[in-house]
């Protein structure tokens, strides 16, 4: 028994004491009495700083930890578990309280894992740049870009753009082969791979504008023309490549309009290359989308013109 009238101190070794006297009864040895610092858990759950003092205060997972050498004594010298003779194995009669963090950071990169795989398949990447095998390709980067006379704007507008240093809007406007689709790719798989200041990864998403725009036409005659520009109205990045390509209706008009000034206005990241200059995209396009793509007075929009040769052909694009 513990006296009366102790202080909490005393009270505390009083305790300890006590338990000692019935670990000793029930046999447990000494190094089994209690659970030791090297097998707990030490994990850090969470930390913050102490507003008065400054200090960093952690909270611990102190949980016990399953692999740990010493573990199956201590539970077996305390009754969770015996060796079963005839199942030749150690058999649970108590449930410990085990560590699951292991556990908790596996499903956590699980998650993260499909996650990943569901972003890039949103993400609707191309692959642009041709393998060393027959009918492979691989994904175009900034490291691969085929660096050359009338692309060094546009490859240093483009790299700028991926760490905040341009505009919300990039135009690249030049001929077939010049390269703005690899730098749409580039850029994307680029954001891919960043994450929002708190923490969350960028989600992207690439159309070619006249498949979005096939698609919207065929939407429209089952009315479900909001699946097709959910992606892109959702994405953090919206990469929109060969606009202008087709004159569409003045439904299809207005829903691309639409798309372009949710970006616009709202200061949306969006890369879109184009092989026509102004007048052929107010043309096909109607004012308003020009307006946009072609604004230089608001600081929204940025245009780079590539006058690089093709590099497919080798010839001037």
């Excluded at 191309?126 to 390709?137: D, T, W, Y």
């Excluded at 969006?270 to 072609?294: H, Q, Y």
């Amino acid at each position: 028994m513990i006296p009366e009238g102790l202080d909490p101190i005393a009270k505390t070794f009083a305790l300890i004491a006590q338990y000692k006297e019935r670990f000793k009864d029930a046999g447990i040895p000494e190094y089994a009495h209690h659970i030791t610092t090297d097998m707990q858990c030490q994990n850090i759950l969470y930390s913050f700083v102490h507003r008065d003092t400054g200090e960093i205060i952690e909270d611990r997972c102190h949980k016990l930890l399953r692999d740990h050498p010493m573990t199956e004594e201590y539970l077996s010298a305390h009754g969770y578990k015996f060796f079963d003779v005839e199942k030749a194995e150690m058999v649970g009669v108590k449930q410990a309280d085990f560590c699951r963090c292991d556990y908790v950071t596996q499903q956590k990169q699980l998650v993260e894992h499909y996650d990943l795989i569901r972003r890039r398949k949103d993400a609707n990447l191309p692959q642009m740049v041709r393998g060393l095998k027959e009918r492979s390709s691989l994904n175009a980067t900034f490291e691969n870009f085929k660096e050359r006379a009338g692309a060094e704007e546009a490859f240093e507008v483009a790299s700028d753009y991926t760490v905040g240093n341009a505009p919300s809007i990039l135009l690249l406007i030049g001929g077939t082969g010049t390269g703005k689709t690899h730098l749409l790719e580039a850029i994307g798989r680029q954001y891919m791979e960043q994450e929002h200041e708190g923490g969350r990864p960028y989600t992207v998403r690439y159309e070619l504008v006249a498949n979005m725009l096939r698609q919207l036409r065929e939407s429209f005659k089952v009315e479900t023309e909001g699946s097709v520009m959910a992606h892109a109205y959702k994405a953090d990045l919206l990469l929109l490549d060969d606009i202008g390509a087709e004159k569409p209706s003045e439904w299809v008009e207005q829903e691309l309009f639409n798309l372009i000034e949710d970006r616009y206005r709202n200061n949306r990241l969006m890369v879109v290359a184009t092989n026509e200059v102004e007048p052929t995209i107010r043309d096909k396009l109607g004012d308003r989308i020009a307006s946009r793509l072609f604004d230089n007075e608001t600081g929204t929009v940025k245009q780079v013109y590539l006058t690089a040769t093709d590099y497919r052909a080798g010839v001037p694009a």
